[in-house]
């Protein structure tokens, strides 16, 4: 048995453990973290733990099972060591109910509808680089100098080498090809 081996000083038995469970143990750590640095972390610290308590390992259980428990252990550890990820109970976000058993307020209006209005705030916004970089240069580049960048337009023009009407022009003729796009999107007409 290749445990046993690894127990009686056997490197090469012990980084054949390794190999043969360092994926899923990295995968077991990175789903109880929540996040990659973490879960490298615990990975090390348990085959570090399991190099030092392996002549504990009795052979009652699986090798696998007791090596995971290890495992869980690390991973839990190190996410209270970090402090990070603390859990936030998510009863609010449960509907609300009245004695008659309606709902107690409105979900379309409440957290659910902004909700969705934050993701379709998202989408435009992704939507909207997408655009941008679908403008003419021509338009784009005085589009982002004046109204990204927020630079007057007097320094456009002489950024641009061309007349303050003529960056006014570019600029109003950008605003009006993402507002056209975008109304699109949304199913408005512009």
């Not at 012990?14 to 640095?37: K, M, Q």
């Not at 504990?56 to 060591?81: D, H, I, K, Q, Y």
């Not at 709902?103 to 992704?126: M, P, Q, S, Y």
């Amino acid at each position: 048995m290749l445990a046993r081996r690894a127990s009686s000083g056997d490197t090469e038995a012990f980084e054949t453990l390794v190999a043969r469970y360092e994926a899923r143990v990295y995968s077991l750590s990175r789903r109880l973290t929540g996040d990659d640095g973490d879960a490298e972390e615990a990975l090390q610290d348990t085959f570090v733990r399991v190099h030092r308590k392996l002549g504990s390992f009795r052979g009652e259980a699986r090798f696998s099972t007791w090596l995971f428990r290890v495992a869980t252990n690390c991973a839990l550890m190190v996410r209270r060591r970090e402090k990070r990820h603390q859990a936030e109970s998510l009863e609010e976000y449960l509907p609300r109910f009245d004695h008659d058993g309606r709902h107690a307020r409105d979900v379309d209006h409440g957290e659910a509808a902004r909700a969705d209005e934050v993701l379709d705030r998202r989408r435009l916004v992704k939507e909207a680089g997408r655009a941008l970089h679908r403008l003419p240069r021509l338009y784009r580049v005085a589009f982002v100098l004046r109204d990204l960048e927020e630079m007057p337009t007097q320094q456009v023009a002489k950024v641009l080498r061309v007349s303050e009407a003529a960056v006014r022009q570019r600029v109003h003729r950008a605003r009006l090809m993402l507002r056209g796009y975008l109304s699109h999107l949304v199913g408005v007409e512009p």
